[in-house]
């Protein structure tokens, strides 16, 4: 049972709840998903999950709306994301059904964990998958066990929506150009510690380049970029970068405010032709940035302390989708009955 939260005191830590939820899957047949308390798995030691890294996973949250009904977003696209990086690292894709079906349990087992609406913090799932069949040659193997790991976290912004700075990366590659960074392969964020840890130990959050050739921008730490040129939404177009739900959501509501969104690759040089930019994510939904120093060309590309007009209207209109605050037109909530 849950101990006394303080819900306004967390933030984006692991907060344990009752139940994790699990399905294996054994000669491709997917068991039906249960809840249990235990909260450790034995895993088969030679596992090619522990040994080759055949491992993916998943972020999506839950929502207390307003009208206090409970909302999850968009977990339809987050069954088929995981299923494709599940196919990249030719593991078995849970069905998009066994995905759901585990969500809304970890969801109901674990109501209790669910932060009031007012608290601004939300419930977060991780639902991972790892390959647990035991195998020394360099292979796949296809037995796998879908685990649902939910966690109660904090507002990403419980103050006011602030800017963040970032530094351009060219030393360090998260993913390579056409490897694994298309897919949430848990090695990507292995890969890029050392990265992440040398911009923080800066004062700053990390702007990835592209591996290839380090003139375009490909993600913000783990989160994608979105830059406003004008009337313009830019994101870049790479085949390193995690395709983010919350981009995907928040292009759609950019062409609803009739602005043109545009996906190609961005030079590092063109921030300096934008308005606004900021990283986008499940997590923060926008996180504005405030300016971006560039290392190795000795420029800093300013965007002002204050998030911009446009990513805070989209920021908003996204999270009032989220918290029930205005019509779902698009269908992206999934309403739980609890
Ligand atoms: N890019 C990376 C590397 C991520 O880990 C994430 C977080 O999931 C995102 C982008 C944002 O994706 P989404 O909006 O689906 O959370
Ligand atoms: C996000 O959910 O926005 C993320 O950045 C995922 C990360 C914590 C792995």
């Not at 984006?12 to 068991?31: I, K, M, Q």
């Not at 307003?66 to 088929?80: K, L, P």
Request: aromatic share 10%.
């Amino acid at each position: 049972m849950k101990q006394n939260i303080d819900w306004n005191k967390l933030s984006f830590h692991y907060t344990e709840t009752d139940y994790v939820v699990r399905s294996a899957c054994r000669d491709g047949v997917w068991e039906k998903p249960y809840a249990t308390e235990d909260k450790t798995i034995t895993l088969h030691v030679a596992a090619t999950g522990l040994q080759y890294g055949q491992q993916v996973f998943e972020g999506l949250k839950a929502f207390r709306g307003a009208d206090g009904q409970v909302r999850v977003f968009r977990m339809e696209e987050n069954a088929r994301r995981m299923a494709r990086s599940a196919e990249g690292l030719l593991m078995t894709p849970p069905p998009v059904e066994v995905f759901c079906e585990a969500i809304r349990l970890a969801l109901r087992k674990n109501i209790d964990f669910l932060p009031p609406y007012e608290t601004g913090a939300t419930l977060y799932f991780r639902p991972v998958l790892i390959a647990t069949a035991p195998e020394i040659a360099v292979a796949p193997e296809k037995d796998c066990e879908l685990i649902v790991i939910p966690t109660p976290i904090g507002a990403y912004f419980p103050g006011k929506f602030h800017c963040t700075p970032f530094v351009v990366e060219r030393h360090i590659d998260r993913a390579a150009a056409f490897g694994t960074g298309q897919f949430k392969v848990g090695g990507n964020y292995a890969s890029s510690f050392r990265a992440t840890e040398a911009a923080h130990a800066k004062g700053f959050d990390c702007m990835f380049t592209d591996s290839k050739t380090h003139r375009y921008i490909d993600e913000c730490s783990a989160a994608n970029f979105i830059g406003i040129k004008g009337n313009e939404y830019l994101t870049p177009r790479s085949s390193a970068i995690l395709p983010s739900i919350t981009n995907d959501s928040l292009m759609t509501l950019a062409r609803e405010l009739g602005m043109k969104v545009t996906r190609r690759h961005i030079r590092v040089e063109e921030l300096a032709e934008m308005d606004e930019a900021a990283a986008c994510g499940t997590a923060c939904v926008i996180s504005p940035i405030g300016k971006v120093y560039d290392p190795d060309k000795e420029i800093t590309y300013h965007f002002g302390e204050k998030p911009g007009p446009i990513l805070t209207r989209l920021y908003h209109a996204l999270k009032d989708i989220q918290y029930g605050r205005c019509e779902d037109k698009y269908g992206w909530c999934e309403v739980i009955k609890v």
